[in-house]
């Protein structure tokens, strides 16, 4: 009996710590997308407009 409250004990403290950092990881997700579609538009812009400075 002990084996299985230690078994659901650690499955609950996995989930909970996973339910905490998917959200997290979700948002660092969408950040790095954004920051992508920026980068990408402003080399768009320098490459389409001939600025050559660094």
Known sequence: MNILVIIVAVIAVVL???GGVVPSLNFLLWVGIVLLVIAAIV?????LTGSRRG
């Open 16 to 18: 909970l710590i996973t």
């Open 43 to 47: 080399y768009l812009l320098r490459f």
